[in-house]
Nanobody
Framework: QVQLVESGGGSVQAGGSLRLSCAYSGSRYSRRCMGWFRQAPGTEREGVAYIYSINGSTYYVDSVKGRFTISQDNAKVTTFLQMNSLKPEDTAMYYC????????????????WGQGTQVTVSS
């Protein structure tokens, strides 16, 4: 059974940086899409970025382009989200997700989810 565990969240001032990590375990397959999503209270879950494990292709939502970078380690066990120049509007619970077939920013298409890690950005 696939298990995803996020870490690296915290509280920072605007303009600061955080690096989120997502540890993947429980699947025999390395081909998958890894996505980062975020959700503030009372809002729908928003796709932030994803990476396709085989070729490393990435995609970002417009609001984080140039500030966030998604990457994976050589073993494709850990997926990272480097967040620079953080803004208060980035405040949310950040979730890591994985799927073996779907690759995109539609949260309803991902089959596996982590528990989330809180990111809070103060002015």
């Amino acid at each position: 059974q696939v298990q995803l565990v996020e870490s690296g969240g915290g509280s920072v001032q605007a303009g600061g940086s955080l690096r989120l990590s997502c540890a993947y375990s429980g699947s025999r397959y390395s081909r998958r899409c890894m996505g980062w999503f975020r959700q503030a209270p009372g809002t729908e879950r928003e796709g932030v970025a994803y990476i396709y494990s085989i070729n490393g292709s990435t995609y970002y939502v417009d609001s984080v382009k140039g500030r966030f970078t998604i990457s994976q380690d050589n073993a494709k066990v850990t997926t990272f989200l480097q967040m620079n120049s953080l803004k208060p509007e980035d405040t949310a619970m950040y979730y890591c997700a994985a799927d073996l077939l779907y690759c995109g920013l539609d949260s309803t298409r991902y089959n596996h989810w982590g528990q989330g890690t809180q990111v809070t950005v103060s002015s």
